[in-house]
């Protein structure tokens, strides 16, 4: 049956399907509603819900939550995302699942808590020190988002990666008529062979980002590598509209793929092909298919809620092939079906 | 039916988001896709609060609306700042037990309730929102009274419960006392 839900509590709840008991957060607008969803709900299902002082302990308790074996997340926003990237780092040196919920808004610095797409570089580059990698999926619609929990969880584990959702203030203020999955057993995961259960009958273990000998220290890195390329290989994902015989190709995601998704229809009704390519993994980016598009089409806008972070992976994707003009609005302005489609049109001359 | 916007704007305390939630949710019952965004920036006690409803027969595609079909605006600031952007023969309902003036726009259908004196009437001013919705119900067609109840009640259980009967005669009132202006 179909419920109404208010995104924020629909990926808490969503979370929750997927097996994690443990949820450790700072509240911060416009995603409050999800730490104040698991303050109700994780107690019901036998969970932990720990409101921590700060971002920073947060982190910190996730690393711990996480060496148990436990499905563990957070969610926060822009600034709480800041704070917790000395953690992330070392979450990801100790090869540790974990998921993140992002639920971005204006900045930079406190900025404000409108929705913006401005932390894309931030989740996707890096943010935090070192060479690692994060998974990012960036859901476009309330349903997604409840689907891509059950894949945030299941990735971080497979991988030992650590797995950020990046929604956006819209995302997580709006409502929209959901479907959850079913509720499944926290207990009946893929058995964690590294996980910190305490050593009765067996050998110790160890979890740490940390190696004094660099030879040793680089010999993690590479299985790092190994891994984050493994990934690249196996978990692309992309949803393509319209692309084919398309006038323009316009790469938009999350929320601004929505918007995009109403443009099509206007530029319609103008005689104007448009497709949409949107990226769901924003790391690993769908470089190779955005290579091949740009052979069917002489122009591939970008659009976004920033000035333009996701458009160098487009570059990099087109690589020359195609024109690659950008149109965004970005500190929490989110610009409407009427601007995208006026950028549409000064794209192709019309 | 193919996709319609609607926007309820007023004073923070007159319950517009309630009133456009119960919309999303009713249209939902009535089998069609919906969204509801808020407007939740900073806003002074006092200020203006809205919300954009979309509801279509397809999938939706932007929840942010620069036409609206709709505009359901229960106080001065509200009709000003939405009438602007209301879509040409689009459905502009005011609040007339606040809104003491007319719309300047001449290419859009006006209808007037009188909320706030409807609601006094009843028994109580609260229900005003929903007057007015009963009122935008009957002026649009975008969705039935059946689902209207029934979003009612899902939504008043519990402590709330008590206000649910209070709640549909305030709907059905705002169906029956509307004015073409």
Known sequence: MKMLFKGSEAIAEAAIRAGCR???????????????????????????????????????MMYGASCTGKRVMTSTSSPGFSLMMEGISYMAGGELPAVFVNVVRGGPGLGDIQPAQSDYFQATKGGGHGDYRMIVL?????????DLMNLAFDLADKYRMLVTILADGMLGQMMEPVEFPPMRDPNDVPEKDWALTGAKGRPPRKVTSFHIDPYELEKMNLRYQATYKKVEENEVRYEELNTDGADIIVAAYGTMARIVK???????????????????????FPYKRLNELADTVDTILTVEMSYGQMLEDVRLGVNGKAKTPFYGRSAGVVPTPTEVLDAVKKAIGR | MSTYSVVAAGFGGQGVMLMGKIIAEAAMHDGKKVTWLPSYGPEMRGGTANCTVVISDEDIGSPVVDTPDVVIAMNIPSMIKFEEVLKKDGILLINSSVVDRQPTRKDVKVFKIKANDVADEIGNVKV????????????????????????LEETMTGKKKVFLDINIKAVQEGMEKIEKA
Do not use: C, D
């Open chain 1, 262 to 284: 109403t443009v099509i229809h206007m530029a319609e009704k103008e005689g104007i092909k448009v497709g949409l390519f949107r990226p769901i993994t924003l790391w690993p």
């Open chain 2, 128 to 151: 005003l929102n929903m007057v007015a919705l009963g009122a935008f119900a009957k002026a649009s067609g975008l969705i039935t009274f059946g689902s209207i109840k029934k979003a």
């Open chain 1, 22 to 60: 443990l949820y450790f957060g700072y509240p911060i607008t416009p995603q409050s509603e999800l730490t104040e969803y698991m303050s109700r709900r994780l107690p019901e299902v036998g969970g932990t819900f720990l409101q921590a002082e700060s971002e920073v302990a947060t982190v910190n």
């Open chain 1, 138 to 146: 960036a859901p476009h619609t309330i349903q997604e988002a409840v």
